[in-house]
């Protein structure tokens, strides 16, 4: 379209004096007029509402208008909301332009009017220049599968499954471990109610089971992943579990074999037999043999008969899914040997504690030895410090750990037990500062170190003395002698690296998942189609884990229940008459996205699926002939917007 065709309109918003008070938008109105194209140019109080919106709709009309600049606040609030605006008024929305002048001139140039004027300017001329090269575009359609793979079977997964499997969807919820729960079955009693963990995953999958829409698979691994968003193909593999009938029939034989393993479920304080169930309504009900840590297969043969089945082999189901939904979960940090003491006798983690009380049915015994004094140490493997920049450390704080540790000890002082709270800082955010407030007025005892001179453990007889500096009292030396010291440890990412591999998920600097944006794309990965939920993202406690989960079920509803999707156009294309094949593009294509097609009288070229494509322009870059382009945002585009931003400004 030539110059001569181009009829643009230009939107200035005064952003209710977010812009205007730092930029001189009319100024900047005055400026503009004269550019190539240029029909309309106003400036507006407040583009985004209703009144300014049937503005631009109408001058669309009465002059014509075939492209549309508003140059306003961010593009992720509103640049939808004016797409929809010029749709309405007959034009392609992607004929649209939306220049940020709030975040990027505004806010960041506050101490200069003059100087912010005129980069407003700068951005303008180029919005301009980027739609007078502009073409209409259309979104891509896309067929869906209405089905959702959900990776994890702890709460975060169940509670996305159960959402799911509510819309009508058919679910496929796969789980590592040979039983569904997760972390939360090991948990004592948890806040607010006073639930047993076991007794919140036994709810949940009670009523999951009875869904004839949700396909279980446990002690099974994801082996191969391909497709894109609406169309996802999946390789489940199934290991055996060597195991035919029930834990109730064959509960009592299991008993007469030996303890032979630590008992991971219990964090290695007790053992477990080589087969095993976790613990009382644990799901399935299928126990399993743990062959690799089997010394005696052929006792188990005649004690069991019929109900061990050795000639069991992997299977594999191939699933198709529109979406998936990652909640893979977290660990719980393990100290190091003699990290503040731990490795002594009496010295426990908070996981560990969970588990001692639930063995004892609520009562809290170390080694038959009634327990009256404990101490608890915070921030254990959480806002740690590099030494260098090798080291791996867990710079986050982990947030649920001081709500955790006080509800705990508030259960243990209900039974006349004295705590001794040896922390950094405490956070006990929101509604659980309650907590705090009553762990104080029951007595607790609070005591503040520095965190160079963290506390250190000895043994002193049958006690533990804990010997700390009391930044609270000038740094007076203490030293508490008690029964029990408690290291409030906090969550690590969990490491998955083959599952990180197929489904190319980012992870960022803590180490765990990294949503688009915290605020506006929370459970959204940068892979279309694929959610996070739970603490795999971050650490988290159990309502913020199931709300993440009902999140990523709502996200991954929108895309498969529909029968087809439309996707963003803005997709790198392939003109193969210009291209080489070099395969520059495909090598540095992080999606997998680009492959070689025979075109028809052309030959072998580089050819796009744009439905892999996210549009990242990697392929742009490195392409030596410039024979792949992003859609909407061409080398002609960019380069037609650096020259109008470095054209002189004069005001």
Not at 330 to 352: A, M
Not at 502 to 514: A, E, H, K, N
Not at 571 to 583: F, G, H, Q, R, T
Request: charged fraction near 30%; hydrophobic fraction near 35%; glycine fraction near 8%.
């Amino acid at each position: 379209m030539s110059e001569e065709e181009l009829r643009i309109g230009v939107y200035v918003c005064h952003c209710g004096g977010n812009i205007s008070d730092y930029v001189d938008v009319k100024k900047v109105v005055e400026a503009i007029k004269g550019e190539p194209g240029v029909v309309v140019a106003k400036d507006v109080m407040f583009a985004c509402s209703d009144s300014s919106q049937n503005e631009i709709i109408n001058d669309v009309k009465e002059h014509n208008l075939n492209r549309v600049v508003v140059a306003s606040c961010s593009p992720k609030l509103h640049e939808l909301t004016f797409r929809e605006t010029v749709k309405r008024a007959g034009l392609n929305p992607y004929l649209y332009y939306h220049a940020n002048i709030r975040e990027h001139v505004s806010w960041a140039h506050t101490d200069t009017r003059e100087g912010a004027t005129e980069k407003a300017i700068r951005h303008v001329r180029a919005a301009i220049a980027y739609v007078r090269n502009a073409k209409p575009l259309e979104p891509i359609r896309q067929k869906t599968m209405h089905a959702v793979l959900v990776i994890g079977g702890g709460i975060a997964g169940l509670r996305a499954a159960l959402d799911l499997s509510r819309t009508g969807l058919n679910v496929y919820l796969v789980e590592r471990s040979p039983f569904l729960g997760g972390r939360t079955p090991q948990l004592y009693r948890v806040y607010p109610d006073g639930r047993r963990g076991a007794d919140i995953v036994k709810d949940l999958v009670s009523e999951l089971i009875r869904r004839d829409n949700v396909a279980i698979y446990t002690n099974a691994e994801i082996k191969s992943f391909s497709g894109y968003i609406g169309n996802f193909e999946v390789e489940v593999e199934i290991k055996p579990r060597y195991i035919k009938v029930p834990y109730d029939e064959i509960k009592e034989k299991i008993k007469e074999l030996p303890d032979e393993i630590p008992d991971e479920f219990n964090y290695g304080l007790t053992k477990r037999k080589v087969i095993y169930y976790p613990y009382e309504g644990a799901f399935p009900r299928i126990p399993v043999l743990d062959l690799d840590h089997c010394s005696d297969v052929e006792t188990i043969k005649e004690l069991l008969g019929d109900a061990v089945d050795l000639e069991q082999k992997p299977e594999t189901v191939k699933l198709k899914v529109g979406a998936v939904i990652v909640a893979t979960g977290f660990d719980p940090y393990e100290p190091k040997e003699g990290e503040f003491g731990y490795g002594r006798q009496g010295v426990v983690t908070l996981p560990q504690l969970h588990r001692l009380m639930d063995l004892g049915n609520g009562e809290l015994k170390l080694n038959g030895r009634e327990i009256r004094d404990v101490a608890f140490v915070y921030c254990v493997g959480s806002r740690q410090k590099k030494s260098s920049e090798e080291e791996e450390v867990n710079e986050y704080c982990s947030r649920y750990c001081c709500n955790a540790a006080m509800y705990i000890s508030s259960l243990l002082m209900e039974q006349g037990i004295r705590t001794y709270h040896i922390f950094r800082d405490i956070r006990t955010y929101g509604r659980h500062e309650r907590m705090y407030d009553e762990v104080s007025r029951k007595g607790g005892i609070f005591i503040k170190y520095n965190e160079d001179e963290p506390p250190e453990i000895e043994e002193e007889g049958d006690k533990l003395l804990l010997k700390v500096k009391d930044l609270l009292t000038a740094g007076e030396q203490l030293e508490i002698p008690v029964d029990l010291v408690v290291l409030v440890t906090g969550m690590v990412p969990r490491k998955t690296p083959e599952l990180d591999e197929l489904l190319r998920i980012s992870r960022g600097r803590d180490r765990f998942y990294v949503e688009v944006h915290p605020k506006l794309r929370p459970v959204e990965t940068a892979i279309g189609g694929i959610f996070i939920a739970g603490a795999c993202q971050a650490p988290r406690d159990i309502c913020e884990t199931l709300s993440s989960a009902s999140a990523a079920a709502s996200k991954a509803a929108t895309v498969t229940l529909r029968d087809v999707i439309e996707l963003e156009p803005f997709k790198a294309e392939v003109d193969p008459n210009i291209c080489d094949l070099s395969k520059k593009c495909i090598e540095i294509c992080p999606y997998e996205a680009i492959e070689i097609k025979n075109y028809e009288g052309i030959g072998e070229k580089a050819w796009v699926n744009k439905a892999k494509c996210m549009g990242c322009g990697a392929c742009v870059a490195v392409c030596p002939t410039e024979a792949i382009q992003l859609n909407g945002l061409t080398n002609e585009q960019i380069r037609a917007m650096i020259e109008a931003a470095g054209k002189e400004v004069i005001i």
